[in-house]
């Protein structure tokens, strides 16, 4: 009697199961998260992604005024890509100590198409950027394309040139030699902040 009460009792708990895991909310990590980079692991990128930048400028002035573009990526290879993600980036290049990073200092949005609206990346660090929506794959010739667009404030230190960066980077699981691996391509555009 107590093995059909055990019995009974975990039946209706499987039964719940797929109720309680399709009542939980999406987990907002990156499913590569975990993995190690592939060139970490000795792989040379096979350049899977095209990426393509339409509508930034080579200069920006420092201010309110928002700067929009398009930003394509497609997956040139033969073969469907997994745990694909989609992370779009404002930022500099830092080479010499003292310089500074310009993503602080700068606003990044996407637009939600299904929402009609800007929808803004900021990191936990203050840095513009972060996860957009992206399909989980990307079958061979297809592609994502997102529009941007960014700022940057006018209390950016123009006490040095800034080598400006924004786009998209999309990141996807391959393997190599045995190991599970992260590769990623990027789409971006350079540009130069001046004061007005």
């Given at each position: 009697?107590?093995?059909?009460?055990?019995?009974?009792?975990?039946?209706?708990?499987?039964?719940?199961?797929?109720?309680?895991?399709?009542?939980?909310?999406?987990?907002?990590?990156?499913p590569?998260?975990?993995?190690?980079?592939?060139?970490?692991?000795?792989?040379?990128?096979?350049?899977?992604?095209?990426?393509?930048?339409?509508?930034?400028?080579?200069?920006?002035?420092?201010?309110?005024?928002?700067?929009?573009?398009?930003?394509?990526?497609?997956n040139?290879?033969?073969?469907?890509?997994?745990?694909?993600?989609?992370?779009?980036?404002?930022?500099?290049?830092?080479?010499?100590?003292?310089?500074?990073?310009?993503?602080?200092?700068?606003d990044?949005?996407?637009?939600?198409?299904?929402?009609?609206?800007?929808?803004?990346?900021?990191?936990?660090?203050?840095?513009?950027?972060?996860?957009?929506?992206?399909p989980?794959?990307?079958?061979?010739?297809?592609?994502?394309?997102?529009?941007?667009?960014?700022?940057?404030?006018?209390?950016?230190?123009?006490?040095?040139?800034?080598?400006?960066?924004?786009?998209?980077?999309?990141?996807?699981?391959?393997?190599y030699?045995?190991?599970?691996?992260?590769?990623?391509?990027?789409a971006?555009?350079?540009?130069?902040?001046?004061?007005?």
């Amino acid at each position: 009697m107590k093995l059909r009460r055990a019995l009974s009792a975990s039946a209706a708990t499987i039964a719940l199961l797929p109720a309680v895991t399709a009542a939980a909310p999406a987990v907002a990590a990156t499913p590569t998260a975990d993995l190690p980079k592939c060139s970490d692991v000795g792989k040379q990128s096979d350049n899977f992604l095209e990426g393509r930048v339409f509508g930034i400028p080579k200069s920006i002035t420092l201010g309110t005024d928002w700067t929009t573009y398009t930003a394509t990526l497609t997956n040139s290879s033969k073969k469907e890509l997994t745990s694909f993600t989609l992370t779009a980036e404002l930022g500099s290049h830092v080479y010499n100590p003292g310089e500074k990073d310009l993503s602080p200092y700068g606003d990044l949005q996407y637009r939600d198409t299904a929402q009609h609206a800007w929808k803004t990346l900021r990191r936990a660090d203050g840095d513009a950027g972060g996860t957009v929506p992206a399909p989980k794959t990307l079958k061979p010739r297809e592609s994502v394309h997102l529009q941007l667009r960014f700022r940057v404030s006018k209390d950016l230190p123009m006490d040095h040139n800034y080598d400006a960066y924004t786009g998209l980077t999309g990141s996807f699981a391959d393997r190599y030699n045995g190991t599970d691996c992260t590769d990623s391509s990027s789409a971006t555009g350079a540009f130069y902040p001046r004061e007005s």
